[in-house]
């Protein structure tokens, strides 16, 4: 059974960095992609980012230029890299791949 798990969120200050994590366990699995979403209660999720191998990076708008997005496929971890965080970053940030979503890791960025 295929699980993800995300990981690194918090509460930071605007200006400040974090950087998720996200580990796919189960066998045989060649992960090749990953896509990062984020949802703030009563609105809809949201698409971040995706990375594909091949392909690279793809990013929205709101967060071009300020988020990394990255896969190590040795390790079955997708990684997010959050920089110059803003007060409307704050969401639950969830990773999936192929069908499989993660439970979410809650980033809040407040002064």
């Known amino acids: 059974q295929v699980q993800l798990r995300e990981s690194g969120g918090g509460l930071v200050q605007p200006g400040e960095s974090l950087r998720l994590s996200c580990t796919v366990s189960?066998?045989?699995?060649?992960?090749?992609?990953m896509g990062w979403y984020r949802q703030v209660p009563g609105k809809q999720r949201e698409w971040v980012a995706l990375?594909?191998?091949?392909?690279?990076?793809h990013y929205s708008d709101f967060v071009k230029d300020r988020f990394t997005i990255s896969l190590d496929s040795a390790k079955k971890t997708g990684y997010l890299q959050m920089n110059s965080l803003k007060p409307e970053d704050t969401a639950v940030y969830s990773c999936?791949?192929?069908?499989?979503w993660g439970p979410g890791t809650q980033v809040t960025v407040s002064s």
């Open positions: 990375f594909t191998d091949p392909g690279g990076a």
């Open positions: 999936k791949w192929n069908t499989g």
């Open positions: 189960g066998t045989g699995i060649d992960i090749r992609a």
